[in-house]
């Protein structure tokens, strides 16, 4: 499927290359592994094991692709080859027509399946939303995001929970919105999300007509524990002494004297600094179990951004895609026009981005912009080593 | 009693009519806004404004809701019960905790257990241990018959039983659990018992002493062979009057403080014997 592409800075990369020859050893690496460990399971000695189980699919998922690459390579040199033939030479020049696109597209694929990927790429995910600038419109504007990421996990059929919203004095806006989504991997397909989001239109707000432009900061945290470990697991990953707990309650004797319904709890995380407060639940207990959640998840993010950024030093290039610039892109609803910043692509049709249907193709083209840049930047890293 | 500043009602009735109302037994805006989610998310909207009239005369909001968390239980609450306090669900936690190393099938026993709180979440945790649960209150007994169903916990049973008859117990338990009245009758009377509580909730499971202490070690620590126990205290003399009951050649007791660093139980464990975990409880 292609995607019709508008006032975007960069034309499709029509001419095709080959996979680099280092690369491709890896997807030759991977196919023999494949080979063996079919050769194991089809034994049946262990029985069924749930590890070698996804290890098969991931493997396979990845040389699917490879040998799909491999055939369409050399039926495109075969027509290539025809090229030199002088009877057969319009033919074969309109058969390659149809047939290079779908191999640049399985080439993005299997550089995208050769790279490693994300650690927390299989981890479900934490989303928090808060207005950024603009007052009452940003408020608006960060519930307007938090519908589109709702609706998108409904349209994917992804489990969420509200872990917390707290609505501003009008309610027609959020202060601040925390939601988990239980689907394994959502962690993957929202990262890109993180980030200042800016929208440009005329507010309900406003009485004049005028434009007004205001943002919403977005960050997506990785969920690090597992749904089916016990609701304390979050809690028990850390040292004793490593978090404070402050229960809020007034002083006085407590015990039966009292039978208040404050709940609230924060976590102070000692030697990061890091606080987390929860109070939606009435229950203490549940309130600390999700608080230990955010907690967690806070730190994964932190530990994957101080590392992302040692990395990035080693390298000369400075390109990142997930780095955290002041926007990442713009929602202008006069011009029904969306553009993600990083990746310089547009789409005209906000009201199904913002519903969450289409976000889908937005996620795609930045998935694509980070397997390129890894790409080139693992290539670089390669022939050096040579 | 507090009087709440005019312009506080006013900037409450600004967000919401109900608003006001919460103020009285909720003091601050944020806590009130906090009660009227939860009034909102509970009840249907014809019950909203009945709701917080009687919150606003002091009912406790456990009362007007039906229930009150428990761990990962939801207790259902009715008048003439005690309602579970989270200093109890965060000891009953640790308790668990602890009780989770030992391997063997465990025979627990609560008295004054009130709405089945503390039985119900051990039963819960702690699946291949029998629990036992003895309130002297029939109602007490109907509601904590009425949780077991509604969490559907097999291995608690209760019946009804006095602390203060020499032959409450017949069986032998590994360990007693029990939440005894202990506020004085001065404090009763006085401001440090909170409204709502002197009003509204049953002062049978409210007011008592040290003659519980008594009762809880003579007819029931000593006469199951128990090598562990737990109890809820208000005031330190409540943990010695306790300890100087006890042979202190077989036992070992500590004194509990709550996370809001209150003295809140006194566990004891008999030495040497597998309850010496209990010390780990902090």
Same mark, same amino acid.
């Given at each position: 499927?292609?995607?019709? =592409?508008?006032n975007? +800075?960069?034309?499709?990369?029509?001419?095709f290359?080959e996979?680099?020859p280092?690369l491709?050893?890896?997807a030759?690496?991977?196919s023999?592994?494949?080979?063996?460990?079919?050769?194991?399971?089809s034994?049946?000695t262990?029985?069924?094991d749930?590890?070698?189980?996804t290890?098969?699919?991931?493997?396979s998922?990845?040389?699917?692709v %490879?040998d799909? %690459?491999?055939?369409?390579?050399?039926?495109?040199?075969e027509?290539?080859?025809l090229?030199?033939d002088e009877?057969?030479?319009?033919?074969?020049?309109?058969?390659?027509?149809?047939c290079?696109p779908? /191999?640049?597209?399985?080439?993005e694929?299997?550089?995208?399946?050769l790279?490693?990927p994300?650690p927390?790429?299989?981890?479900?995910?934490i989303l928090?939303? =808060?207005?950024g #600038?603009?007052?009452v419109?940003?408020?608006?504007?960060?519930n307007?995001?938090?519908?589109?990421?709702?609706?998108?996990?409904?349209?994917?059929?992804? !489990? %969420?929970s509200?872990?917390?919203?707290?609505?501003?004095?009008?309610?027609?806006g959020i202060?601040e919105?925390?939601?988990s989504?239980e689907?394994p991997?959502?962690?993957?397909?929202?990262?890109?999300?993180?980030?200042?989001?800016?929208?440009?239109r005329i507010?309900?707000?406003?009485? !004049?007509?005028?434009?007004?432009?205001?943002?919403?900061?977005? #960050?997506?945290?990785p969920?690090?524990s597992?749904k089916? /470990?016990?609701?304390?697991?979050?809690?028990r990953?850390?040292a004793?002494g490593?978090v404070?707990?402050?229960?809020?309650?007034?002083?006085?004797k407590?015990?039966?004297?009292?039978?208040?319904t404050?709940?609230a709890?924060?976590?102070?995380?000692?030697?990061?600094?890091?606080? #987390?407060?929860?109070?939606d639940? =009435?229950?203490q207990?549940?309130?600390k179990?999700?608080?230990?959640?955010?907690?967690?998840?806070?730190?994964?993010?932190?530990e994957?951004?101080?590392?992302?950024?040692e990395e990035?030093k080693k390298?000369?290039?400075?390109?990142?895609?997930t780095?955290r610039?002041d926007?990442?892109?713009?929602?202008?609803?006069p011009?029904? =026009?969306?553009?993600d910043?990083?990746c310089? %692509?547009?789409?005209? +049709?906000?009201?199904?981005?913002?519903s969450?249907?289409?976000?889908d193709?937005?996620?795609?083209?930045?998935h694509?912009h980070?397997?390129?840049i890894k790409?080139?930047?693992? /290539?670089?890293?390669?022939?050096?080593?040579? | 009693?507090?009087?709440?500043p005019t312009n *506080?009602?006013?900037?409450?009735?600004k967000?919401?009519?109900?608003l006001?109302?919460?103020?009285?037994p909720?003091?601050t805006?944020?806590s009130a806004?906090?009660?009227?989610r939860?009034?909102?998310?509970?009840?249907?909207?014809?019950?909203?404004?009945k709701?917080?009239?009687?919150?606003?005369?002091?009912?406790?909001l456990?009362?007007?809701?039906?229930?009150?968390p428990?761990?990962d239980?939801?207790?259902?609450c009715?008048?003439?019960?005690l309602?579970?306090r989270?200093?109890?669900?965060?000891y009953t936690?640790?308790? @668990?905790?602890?009780l $989770?190393?030992?391997?063997e099938?465990?025979?627990?026993?609560?008295i004054?257990?009130g709405?089945?709180?503390?039985?119900l979440?051990l039963?819960?945790?702690?699946?291949?241990? &029998? @629990?036992?649960?003895?309130?002297?209150?029939?109602?007490?007994i109907?509601?904590?018959?009425?949780?077991?169903?509604?969490?559907?916990?097999p291995? @608690?049973e209760? $019946? &009804?039983?006095?602390?203060?008859d020499?032959?409450?117990v017949?069986?032998?338990?590994?360990?007693?659990?029990?939440n005894p009245?202990?506020i004085?009758?001065?404090d009763?009377?006085?401001? &440090?018992?909170e409204?709502?509580?002197?009003?509204?909730?049953?002062?049978?499971?409210l007011?008592?002493?040290?003659e519980?202490?008594?009762?809880? @070690?003579?007819?029931?620590?000593?006469?199951?062979d128990a090598e562990?126990f737990?109890?809820?205290?208000g005031y330190?003399h409540q943990?010695?009057?306790? $300890?100087?009951? *006890?042979n202190?050649?077989?036992?070992?007791?500590?004194?509990?403080?709550?996370?809001?660093g209150n003295? $809140?139980?006194?566990?004891?464990?008999?030495?040497?014997s597998?309850?010496?975990?209990?010390?780990?409880i902090?």
């Amino acid at each position: 499927m292609r995607f019709q =592409r508008f006032n975007s +800075d960069f034309t499709e990369p029509e001419e095709f290359k080959e996979i680099h020859p280092t690369l491709l050893k890896r997807a030759e690496i991977l196919s023999k592994e494949l080979h063996e460990l079919e050769v194991e399971i089809s034994k049946g000695t262990g029985g069924f094991d749930i590890n070698q189980q996804t290890k098969f699919s991931n493997l396979s998922s990845v040389v699917d692709v %490879y040998d799909d %690459y491999s055939k369409k390579l050399s039926s495109y040199k075969e027509l290539q080859s025809l090229l030199e033939d002088e009877s057969l030479k319009e033919e074969a020049a309109l058969e390659i027509e149809t047939c290079l696109p779908v /191999l640049v597209n399985v080439t993005e694929k299997l550089k995208a399946k050769l790279l490693p990927p994300h650690p927390f790429a299989d981890k479900p995910s934490i989303l928090e939303l =808060r207005p950024g #600038v603009g007052g009452v419109e940003a408020m608006i504007f960060a519930n307007d995001l938090l519908n589109m990421y709702t609706g998108y996990a409904s349209s994917n059929r992804w !489990k %969420y929970s509200l872990i917390s919203k707290t609505l501003n004095q009008s309610g027609n806006g959020i202060l601040e919105a925390i939601v988990s989504i239980e689907e394994p991997g959502s962690y993957d397909r929202l990262r890109f999300e993180s980030g200042v989001h800016r929208v440009q239109r005329i507010p309900e707000t406003e009485s !004049k007509g005028r434009t007004q432009t205001s943002t919403a900061a977005v #960050v997506v945290l990785p969920q690090m524990s597992d749904k089916l /470990l016990p609701e304390d697991a979050d809690e028990r990953s850390f040292a004793q002494g490593e978090v404070r707990i402050d229960v809020m309650r007034a002083s006085g004797k407590g015990g039966q004297h009292v039978n208040t319904t404050e709940s609230a709890v924060r976590l102070t995380h000692i030697p990061s600094g890091i606080v #987390v407060s929860m109070q939606d639940e =009435r229950s203490q207990h549940k309130n600390k179990a999700k608080a230990f959640t955010i907690l967690r998840a806070r730190l994964a993010e932190r530990e994957r951004q101080v590392h992302e950024e040692e990395e990035r030093k080693k390298r000369t290039d400075q390109v990142s895609s997930t780095d955290r610039s002041d926007k990442i892109r713009t929602y202008n609803f006069p011009q029904n =026009r969306i553009t993600d910043h990083r990746c310089g %692509y547009s789409v005209h +049709d906000v009201d199904s981005i913002m519903s969450g249907e289409k976000l889908d193709q937005l996620i795609d083209e930045l998935h694509k912009h980070e397997s390129q840049i890894k790409s080139k930047n693992l /290539l670089e890293e390669l022939e050096k080593g040579l | 009693m507090v009087r709440i500043p005019t312009n *506080l009602i006013l900037r409450a009735r600004k967000k919401s009519s109900l608003l006001p109302l919460l103020l009285k037994p909720c003091k601050t805006i944020d806590s009130a806004e906090q009660e009227l989610r939860w009034i909102q998310n509970e009840l249907p909207q014809n019950q909203w404004l009945k709701a917080c009239y009687l919150r606003s005369n002091n009912v406790p909001l456990q009362y007007i809701l039906g229930s009150q968390p428990f761990g990962d239980l939801n207790i259902k609450c009715k008048k003439d019960v005690l309602i579970p306090r989270w200093e109890t669900e965060e000891y009953t936690l640790k308790l @668990v905790d602890q009780l $989770r190393s030992i391997k063997e099938s465990l025979k627990i026993i609560d008295i004054c257990t009130g709405t089945g709180c503390i039985p119900l979440l051990l039963g819960s945790k702690l699946k291949n241990s &029998s @629990v036992k649960g003895i309130d002297v209150s029939e109602k007490a007994i109907l509601l904590s018959n009425e949780n077991k169903v509604l969490n559907s916990i097999p291995n @608690v049973e209760f $019946r &009804s039983g006095d602390v203060f008859d020499a032959n409450i117990v017949q069986e032998k338990y590994d360990i007693v659990v029990s939440n005894p009245p202990y506020i004085s009758a001065d404090d009763f009377k006085s401001s &440090s018992t909170e409204i709502s509580v002197r009003l509204y909730e049953p002062k049978l499971a409210l007011v008592g002493g040290n003659e519980f202490y008594t009762a809880l @070690v003579n007819n029931v620590l000593l006469s199951t062979d128990a090598e562990g126990f737990l109890f809820e205290i208000g005031y330190t003399h409540q943990y010695k009057h306790t $300890r100087n009951l *006890l042979n202190l050649n077989q036992w070992n007791t500590c004194l509990y403080f709550d996370s809001a660093g209150n003295a $809140r139980a006194i566990i004891g464990w008999k030495k040497g014997s597998k309850m010496q975990i209990l010390e780990n409880i902090r």
